[in-house]
């Protein structure tokens, strides 16, 4: 390897987990154009003065094959060789391209600005069974937890004694006295 060159291994390494990136079903073969715009953004190929996401679409559409919707490795390096010329000018196409792939080698997708899930004081309200009333308030026990089928629907007393009787359960402790 040439002093400075970079490792093709790292640039296979960061090419599958970009090509696996929020795709459940992906082998980490080949990367979708979607993806690979992420990777062109988070590891910074796109600056917005040389190369912009339309660029990278263009240069995407050209490398894969006609029908495809996917590159694998061998085009991705192509790709990124028509990429870093127009990244860094003024250097020779292998400088440049080393260049390129010291910016991918060894990067992960990022999660920056992905949205995280609120926890607002109005969530929180709601959702507090203390405070709930009516109907609704029979649905869970004091601390909070779901009393189930009980809670929803009207079960049958099945113990054997009138509902209003008093002395309920009372009767094998009187049996018990009496023999």
Known sequence: MAEGAVDLAELA??????????????SGQEMTGKNF??????????????????DVDIVFTKVKSKSARVVNFEQFKQALKELA????????????????????????????????TAKAGAVDR???TAKFTGAHKERFDETGKGRGRAGREE?????????AYK???????????NQ
């Open 85 to 116: 010329p127009k990244r860094f000018k003024g250097k020779d196409e292998e400088e440049a391209l080393q260049e390129t792939y010291r910016l991918i080698a060894g990067k992960e997708p990022a999660n920056i600005g992905v949205t995280k």
């Open 167 to 177: 002395g309920a359960g009372t009767y094998e402790e009187k049996v018990k006295e």
């Open 126 to 128: 709601l959702t507090d």
């Open 13 to 26: 390494k960061s090419f599958k987990k970009f090509a696996v990136h929020g795709d459940t079903k992906a």
């Open 155 to 163: 079960l049958p007393d099945t113990s054997g004694y009138v509902g």
């Open 37 to 54: 715009v992420k990777l062109c953004k988070d590891c910074r190929v796109i600056d917005g003065k040389n190369i912009t996401s339309t």
